[in-house]
């Protein structure tokens, strides 16, 4: 005898997959707020789970510990988005490596500062200040200092390998100078303590780098 079974509906994680890419994106919203406004030690993971509208449990099921959304919310402001694609493989890498004029690499890389240090600086401030004190806070701020040290040491080493920098000018030497003026440190004195704007920084330091290394 045969049995009429409907049949059953394929899964479809579409949806499901899609909301969680949304509660991810309103917590590290809501945490970089949060972090911003009331420091590292002042943020705690129910506050965040409260301004994004979560519950606690939701939260440390995506990051486990303040100290990985720090660094989520970094990684998340410095690209503009939460999408898996490795820094180096990133649109501005491409423009930059195609560009000729050594100089106008350099334009592109000051714009691209320009745009990006008003959403990294302040949380790379909030964790650099966290370090002195929690040692999970000065495990990111080294973390990010070594993922910048890497960024710079490619940079270097593509205008060392194009024949771009000036005798005299060692990879090494670049990749130094490219990481100094890409500091938070650097744009909290220019930007935050002397009123510069970020257009004029990111246009200044341009400048500087084609003065110090081509």
Do not use: C
Request: charged share 25%.
């Amino acid at each position: 005898m045969s049995e009429d079974v409907k049949p059953r509906r394929a899964y479809n994680s579409t949806r499901r997959q899609e909301q969680a890419r949304q509660t991810r994106r309103a917590v590290l919203a809501a945490a970089h707020r949060l972090f911003v406004a009331e420091g590292y030690a002042g943020t705690t993971m129910g506050a965040v789970a409260a301004e994004a509208e979560v519950s606690v449990e939701t939260v440390y099921k995506a990051f486990a510990t303040k100290a990985r959304l720090a660094k989520a919310v970094f990684d998340v402001a410095v690209v503009g988005d939460d999408e898996d694609i490795p820094m180096l493989q990133r649109e501005l890498v491409r423009v930059v490596g195609a560009e000729p004029d050594p100089r106008r690499k350099l334009l592109h890389y000051g714009r691209h500062l320009s745009e990006v240090a008003p959403r990294t600086g302040p949380i790379l401030l909030v964790v650099r200040a966290a370090a002195a004190s929690d040692p999970a806070a000065a495990e990111v701020w080294q973390q990010l200092q070594a993922e910048r040290l890497t960024g710079m040491t490619a940079f270097a080493a593509h205008l060392a390998e194009g024949g771009h920098l000036r005798p005299g000018v060692s990879a090494e030497e670049a990749r130094d100078v490219l990481w100094t003026h890409n500091s938070v440190e650097l744009w909290d004195l220019l930007v935050n303590q002397r009123g510069w704007t970020d257009d004029r920084f990111g246009q200044w330091v341009a400048h500087q780098l084609a003065a110090a290394l081509l």
